[in-house]
């Protein structure tokens, strides 16, 4: 390598290649990952086309009564609005992701579909809504045997406050129609969750003295604007 050589290679091909490498990584790979939740939502909306879990959750409540009514008021987060919190939360390889009151499974399975190295789990005491859950993701099995065969998802159906959910690393909550007692309950078996630990609520708030608070803002549900807040276990 002559001096000109060495001079093309430092002050033209290395800040064009670092320049290259910053626009790849600031602009196109958001880009790709917002396109390719957008191409998940889809999945999901196309997966649950011919069933609708409100209708399934209202069918279910006329009949049940162990817990009270407006508990199990059914509501879903939107699939892009959930994936980009996921993605700030930069899940780890073997993460341990759980939805507490799971519902129809779609933001479960949605997750699963976005970061498949994770190990997801939903909890859902409703039970025509739990074997929803499991059913539509057999059905996405079936569609994607290779990719989807092995893969660490768990649908459990149960009360949240009869589980332990302490390996979790990410927790999400629609939290919407819980009661204060309900609440009080869940937010009171927090305290043993492993520091470092995010969840992401919606509606309700967490101690400041146990969580800090990541993000508060408002963003879109199935039913409209709702406060969403992200907090990391101190
Ligand atoms: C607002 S929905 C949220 C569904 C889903 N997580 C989403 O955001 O798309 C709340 C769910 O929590 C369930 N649920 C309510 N109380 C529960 C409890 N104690 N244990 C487990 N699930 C519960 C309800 O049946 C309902 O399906």
């Not at 000109?4 to 290395?14: Q, R």
């Not at 519902?103 to 929803?132: D, F, Q, W």
């Not at 569609?143 to 979790?168: E, G, M, T, V």
Request: net charge neutral.
């Amino acid at each position: 390598m002559n001096t000109l050589d060495i001079c093309i290679f430092v002050f033209f091909l290395l800040p064009i290649g670092y320049l290259s490498y910053c626009c790849y990584q600031k602009f196109y790979l958001p880009y790709a990952r917002v396109k390719q939740f957008r191409q998940i939502a889809k999945e999901i909306t196309a997966l649950y086309v011919d069933i609708n879990p409100f209708k399934v959750s209202l069918d279910f409540r006329k009949n049940y009564s162990t817990l009270r009514d407006e508990e199990l008021v059914y509501g879903e987060i939107e699939i892009i609005t959930l994936l980009p919190f996921l993605e700030i939360m930069h899940p780890q390889n073997n993460d341990v992701f759980y939805d507490l009151g799971s519902g129809s499974g779609k933001a479960l399975i949605a997750t699963k579909l976005a970061y498949p190295t994770l190990t997801v789990k939903g909890i859902e005491v409703m039970a025509e809504l739990h074997y929803l859950a499991t059913d539509r993701w057999h059905a996405l099995q079936q569609k994607y045997p290779a990719r989807l065969a092995s893969a660490n998802i768990d649908f459990i159906c149960a009360n949240f406050l009869d589980q332990d959910f302490y390996d979790a690393d990410i927790i999400f909550i629609n939290a919407t129609s819980f009661s204060p007692e309900t609440w009080q309950k869940l937010v009171s078996k927090f305290n043993n969750l492993k520091k470092g630990c995010k969840i992401l609520i919606i509606s309700k708030q967490l101690p400041e003295a146990l969580f800090k608070t990541l993000y508060t803002g408002s963003e879109l549900m199935s039913w409209g604007f709702s406060t969403t807040r992200l907090y990391e276990k101190k």
